[in-house]
T-cell receptor, first 111, second 110 residues
Framework: DVKVTQSSRYLVKRTGEKVFLECVQD?????MFWYRQDPGLGLRLIYF???????EKGDIPEGYSVSREKKERFSLILESASTNQTSMYLC??????????FGPGTRLTVL | GQNIDQPTEMTATEGAIVQINCTYQ??????LFWYQQHAGEAPTFLSY????GLEEKGRFSSFLSRSKGYSYLLLKELQMKDSASYLC???????????FGAGTTVTVRA
């Protein structure tokens, strides 16, 4: 059974803190994605990666960075968290079929 | 950019049929996905259309018209557990990215 896991379901951080969100997939997928999901806006792509050490900006990369040192792990980094980054963060992975498998999400609150 | 539109909310009665429409204007087209997302959970795959026509999978069917930039998801014999958000997503480029609509929240009433 395919599995994408995320390090936390709920996270509360303070403005200015550095935040790490971790995502791990066990399907040997090449592609991994980070989205944020906000009411009325749907899923918006932050960053994605086609391979180890490769990354591409999505639609809303400002204020975020990513790291992919191993094929199974894709990390999202908020260098200095701000209140407008309070959101649900979803990680996904896919192979060559384009169907994406999602993790359970991390609900981040920045105070 | 990519533009994908779907209604915000729909309400239907248990046992009934609901049709969720999705229209898209994208720079390219490689296929259209429908996902289901229950509140507080991850989206899960429902269907994939790449050619025109109807794909049926149990109580759920999905239709695509590439020339019209249009798809719909048909949910038959609605059950309470079908109350969820339904996401339309288009693969518009050859880099495996998906562009999502804002989602349609379906509420099934007894």
């Amino acid at each position: 059974d395919v599995k994408v896991t995320q390090s936390s379901r709920y996270l509360v951080k303070r403005t200015g803190e550095k935040v790490f969100l971790e995502c791990v997939q066990d399907m040997d997928h090449e592609n991994m994605f980070w989205y944020r999901q906000d009411p009325g806006l749907g899923l918006r792509l932050i960053y994605f990666s086609y391979d180890v050490k490769m990354k591409e900006k999505g639609d809303i990369p400002e204020g975020y960075s990513v790291s992919r040192e191993k094929k199974e792990r894709f990390s999202l980094i908020l260098e200095s968290a701000s209140t407008n980054q309070t959101s649900m963060y979803l990680c996904a992975s896919s192979s060559t079929t384009a169907e994406q498998f999602f993790g359970p999400g991390t609900r981040l609150t920045v105070l | 950019g990519q533009n994908i539109d779907q209604p915000t909310e729909m309400t239907a009665t248990e046992g009934a049929i609901v049709q969720i429409n999705c229209t898209y204007q994208t720079s390219g087209f490689n296929g259209l996905f429908w996902y289901q997302q229950h509140a507080g959970e991850a989206p899960t795959f429902l269907s994939y259309n790449v050619l025109d026509g109807l794909e049926e999978k149990g109580r759920f069917s999905s239709f695509l018209s590439r020339s019209k930039g249009y798809s719909y998801l048909l949910l038959k014999e609605l059950q309470m557990k079908d109350s969820a958000s339904y996401l339309c997503a288009v693969s518009a480029t050859y880099d495996y990215k998906l562009s999502f609509g804002a989602g349609t929240t379906v509420t099934v009433r007894a």
